[in-house]
């Protein structure tokens, strides 16, 4: 079974920049997750995906992310304009569970790592 | 989970040693919970879950133990191998919360497990 696919796997930009992210789920997975991930702790979800619909976006920072999940397949994550502070690794991850009892376990990607200058 | 930047806990042991490595976790409610094992340049694997009805599970050379009483989840690894070498992140939830909370994933801080030939 192919994993989670994510692309570029690194990305350098100076601040004021945007930039873009690309994540393939496993197929048949009908929720995404964004997390952004800094030096030294644990994955921050940013985004959440139920098929095309967005669940749970509460800790985007929507004044310069965005992301979109057409189709209900792959998905972007779009940073306009960066800041330094932004610098993290961004991974996507999906799941099978639409319901409670169904399979729960994320699958992470290998992330993007962005570096803002 | 309580970040504190580049100062993750970190564990030394000898190959063939027994590990153990605990966690806080922070909402009484979070009644689902999974460690996961970061390596280099990759996303988190999931490890093993244990849901709030438990209080033990055991997997392949791995158990996870969970006291409620506490908000303490620790993770035991059998015969430690220099490729158990990695972050481990203990990470929780709320699948019955339902809304925005459901599969929402709170990660912790993380530790480095190095593991000695």
């Known amino acids: 079974e192919a994993g989670v696919a994510q692309s570029p796997r690194y990305k350098i930009i100076e601040k004021r920049q945007s930039v873009a992210f690309w994540c393939n789920p496993i197929s048949g997975h009908a929720t995404l997750y964004w997390y952004q991930q800094i030096l030294g702790q644990g994955p921050k979800l940013l985004i959440q995906f139920q098929n095309n619909g967005v669940v749970d976006d509460s800790q985007l920072p929507k004044d310069r992310f965005s992301a979109e999940r057409l189709k209900g397949v792959d998905s972007t994550l779009k940073i306009q304009p960066a800041k330094l502070e932004d610098s993290a690794v961004y991974l996507c991850?999906?799941?099978?569970?639409?319901?409670?009892?169904?399979?729960?376990?994320?699958?992470f990607g290998p992330g993007t790592r962005l570096t803002v200058t | 989970g309580e970040s504190v930047g580049l100062h993750l806990p970190t564990l030394s042991v000898q190959e063939g040693d027994n590990s153990i490595i605990n966690c806080a976790y922070s909402?009484?409610?979070?009644?689902?919970f999974i460690w996961y094992k970061q390596e280099s340049g990759k996303g988190p694997q999931f490890i093993i879950d244990?849901?709030?009805?438990?209080d033990k599970r055991q997997g392949q050379r791995v158990t996870v133990l969970l006291n409620k009483t506490v908000k303490h989840l620790s993770l035991q690894i059998a015969a430690t191998q220099p490729g158990d070498s990695a972050v481990y992140f203990c990470a929780e939830s709320n699948p019955n919360a339902g809304g925005t909370s459901y599969g929402k994933l709170t990660f912790g801080q993380g530790t480095i497990l190095t593991v000695h030939p």
């Open positions: 244990i849901r709030s009805n438990m």
């Open positions: 991850a999906s799941s099978l569970g639409l319901q409670w009892g169904e399979s729960y376990e994320q699958y």
């Open positions: 909402n009484s409610a979070s009644d689902y």
